[in-house]
């Protein structure tokens, strides 16, 4: 009988710990991110023809520091210090029979990255401009359908050097 007694206020101790440390210090002030810049994609929109390829400019404020604390992109990207996520959030046009991307998806570079969307790496520490293409191949299908669209989302990844939330759209032509 002791021995349930016991059990008993040792689990009523342990679940008075668990409580009492989740408490939140509130005074703890935020802490500002370091060696991050803002960046945007000049264009809001482009204009393409079937089978050729979108380019398009990416500006930032200011340089950062060419360091990447992922062990992934140190061997397979070693002058990445741009990390930016690049996602299809509308348009008409589909994947696969209109367009395909030549980027990794962000969980193919890292699978502790929860995010969705495809992996765009480039240098953020020698120019604030930068002309991104060849990342979506537009396929020339052969159809006439019209125009069509596709409507992509940036935003930062990983450890938010680039902070950007963006849109652009690509109108492909027949």
């Known amino acids: 009988m002791k021995n349930i007694y016991y059990s008993k206020l040792i689990v009523c101790l342990l679940f008075g710990f668990v409580f009492i440390s989740c408490d939140q210090d509130d005074s703890l002030e935020d802490t500002p991110l370091e060696n991050t810049t803002k960046a945007e994609i000049v264009e809001e929109s482009i204009t393409v023809s079937e089978g050729e390829i979108p380019t398009f400019n990416l500006i930032q404020e200011d340089l950062v520091q060419n360091v990447v604390d992922n062990w992934?992109?140190?061997?397979?990207?070693?002058?990445?210090?741009?990390?930016?996520?690049?996602?299809?959030?509308?348009?008409?046009?589909?994947?696969?029979?209109?367009?395909?991307?030549?980027?990794?998806?962000?969980?193919?570079?890292?699978?502790?990255?929860?995010?969705?969307?495809?992996?765009l790496g480039y240098d953020a520490s020698t120019s604030l401009e930068h002309n991104i293409s060849g990342i979506i191949d537009i396929i020339d299908d052969g159809i006439a359908e019209g125009t069509e669209t596709i409507e992509l989302q940036f935003y930062p990844i990983a450890l938010g050097y680039i902070i950007i939330d963006d849109t652009l759209t690509i109108n492909i032509n027949d």
């Open 72 to 119: 992934e992109a140190i061997f397979v990207f070693p002058e990445v210090s741009g990390q930016v996520g690049v996602r299809v959030v509308g348009g008409t046009a589909t994947e696969g029979e209109d367009y395909t991307f030549n980027l990794f998806t962000i969980q193919d570079f890292s699978p502790f990255l929860l995010q969705d969307g495809y992996y």
